[in-house]
C-alpha cells in the first residue's frame, strides 16, 4: 500500500503561535487533502489542493488556516495563530492522478497538534 | 447533504466472536462511493475497503466481510472470529460524485474492543 509521510509526529504550541503541519505525499498523486480530527471525535474535512489551488474547503478552513506546496513536493498546513480549539490530530491524505473521485484517499499517520 | 451515522459508539467482545459495525448512509447523489477505515490505538487511518454505489456484491476478505445495500442505505462490517489485534476504531466514511465534492464525510466511529 502507497505511504503518506506527516511531521512532524507530536507537536506543542503556545496559543497565538504559528504552527505549519508537513505532508509529504504519494509520488505522482496530484490530489491532496487535510482533515482533523479532535480527540474522540469523527474525522472532519477541512481543504483539498489540486494543481496548486484549493478546490474546496470546509467552513473550519477559516483565515488562520493556509495551505500549499512550497517545493512541488511537500504539501504544508499552516495555522497562523493557534486557537486552544486546533488542538487535535491532523490528516494528510492523497488520491492517484487519473480521477480523484475514483480512488481511495490514503491518509498519512497524522500529526498531533496540542495548543496550551 | 452528506450524512453517515455509525450508531453503536462502542461494541465489546470476546476474541473468536463474531461482530458487525453499522453504518447508515445519506446522500442525493446516484453515484458515490463507501469506505471503512481502521485507527487502531497508535491513531492512523487505515484504509479497509472502498464500494462504489453500483457494486452491490457483497465482498469478503480474509475474516472480514462488508453486506452492501442500497435499498436501506446500509454499508456494514462483518469481523468473523475477532482477535484482540483487531481493537480498533472504525470509521464509515461516504464521498459522492456527482455532488462535485470530492470530500470524505465519517460517522463518529465504532469503537471495537476484543477482550482474550
Known amino acids: 500500500e502507497p505511504e503518506v509521510t506527516q511531521t512532524p509526529s507530536h507537536q506543542v504550541t503556545q496559543m497565538g503561535q504559528e504552527v505549519i503541519l508537513r505532508c509529504v505525499p504519494i509520488?505522482?498523486?496530484?490530489?491532496f487533502y487535510w482533515y482533523r480530527q479532535i480527540l474522540g471525535q469523527k474525522v472532519e474535512f477541512l481543504v483539498s489542493f489540486y494543481n496548486n489551488e484549493i478546490s474546496e474547503k470546509s467552513e473550519i478552513f477559516d483565515d488562520q488556516f493556509s495551505v500549499e506546496r512550497p517545493d512541488g513536493s511537500n504539501f504544508t498546513l499552516k495555522i497562523r495563530s493557534t486557537k486552544l480549539e486546533d488542538s487535535a490530530m491532523y490528516f494528510c491524505?492523497?488520491?492517484?492522478?487519473?480521477?480523484?473521485?475514483?480512488?481511495?484517499?490514503?491518509f498519512g499517520p497524522g500529526t498531533r497538534l496540542l495548543v496550551l | 447533504a452528506q450524512k453517515v451515522t455509525q450508531a453503536q459508539t462502542e461494541i465489546s467482545v470476546v476474541e473468536k466472536e463474531d461482530v458487525t459495525l453499522d453504518c447508515v448512509y445519506e446522500?442525493?447523489?446516484?453515484?458515490?462511493?463507501l469506505f471503512w477505515y481502521k485507527q487502531p490505538p497508535s491513531g492512523e487511518l487505515v484504509f479497509l475497503i472502498r464500494?462504489?454505489?453500483?457494486?452491490?456484491q457483497n465482498e469478503i476478505s480474509g475474516r472480514y466481510s462488508w453486506n452492501f445495500q442500497k435499498s436501506t442505505s446500509s454499508f456494514n462490517f462483518t469481523i468473523t472470529a475477532s482477535q484482540v489485534v483487531d481493537s480498533a476504531v472504525y470509521f464509515c466514511a461516504l464521498s459522492e460524485v456527482l455532488g462535485g465534492s470530492e470530500k470524505l464525510v465519517f460517522g463518529k466511529g465504532t469503537k471495537l474492543t476484543v477482550n482474550p
Open positions: 491524505a492523497n488520491t492517484g492522478a487519473e480521477s480523484r473521485y475514483q480512488e481511495t484517499q490514503y
Open positions: 446522500t442525493r447523489d446516484t453515484t458515490y462511493y
Open positions: 509520488s505522482n498523486h496530484l490530489y
Open positions: 464500494r462504489n454505489s453500483f457494486d452491490e
